[in-house]
């Protein structure tokens, strides 16, 4: 079941904005020549967009929302990876194994109630 509303939009939103705070940070201290306070302005515009459009437009189908949810996802996620996972030389493989193979069990639980 894919969770629509304006309820849901408002969620979403909020998480994604927690997420571009994140890049915009990574963009800042990494990238200062580059990254140009236009380009926060830029970000925080497709914020409130996203929103509004998640007020406005209902999704063409449940599979175009499911493919717009699991790009959006896999950049976040890409993202939050780069900034948050230890660096190459002081990782931990079977810890890192460990808890996504925990997390991916906790996310597959709800699929098995609903069965």
Same mark, same amino acid.
């Given at each position: 079941?894919?969770?629509?509303?304006?309820?849901?939009?408002?969620?979403?939103?909020?998480?994604?904005?927690?997420? @571009?705070?994140?890049?915009? +940070?990574?963009?800042?201290?990494?990238?200062?020549?580059?990254? +140009?306070?236009?380009? +926060?302005? @830029?970000?925080?515009?497709?914020?409130?967009?996203?929103?509004?459009?998640?007020?406005?437009?209902?999704?063409?189908?449940?599979?175009?929302?499911?493919?717009?949810?699991?790009?959006?996802?896999?950049?976040?996620?890409?993202?939050?990876?780069? !900034? !948050?996972?230890?660096?190459?030389?002081?990782?931990?493989?079977?810890?890192?194994?460990?808890g996504s193979g925990g997390m991916a069990?906790?996310?597959?639980?709800?699929?098995? +109630?609903?069965?």
């Open positions: 079941m894919i969770c629509t509303g304006i309820l849901y939009g408002v969620l979403f939103t909020v998480a994604v904005a927690s997420h @571009i705070l994140l890049a915009d +940070r990574f963009s800042a201290i990494h990238h200062p020549r580059r990254f +140009r306070q236009r380009n +926060r302005w @830029i970000g925080s515009a497709a914020l409130v967009l996203g929103l509004l459009n998640a007020f406005l437009l209902h999704p063409i189908s449940d599979l175009t929302l499911a493919f717009a949810t699991a790009f959006l996802g896999g950049g976040l996620l890409m993202t939050v990876f780069r !900034e !948050e996972l230890p660096a190459v030389n002081s990782t931990r493989l079977l810890w890192f194994l460990s069990i906790l996310l597959v639980i709800p699929m098995f +109630r609903h069965a």
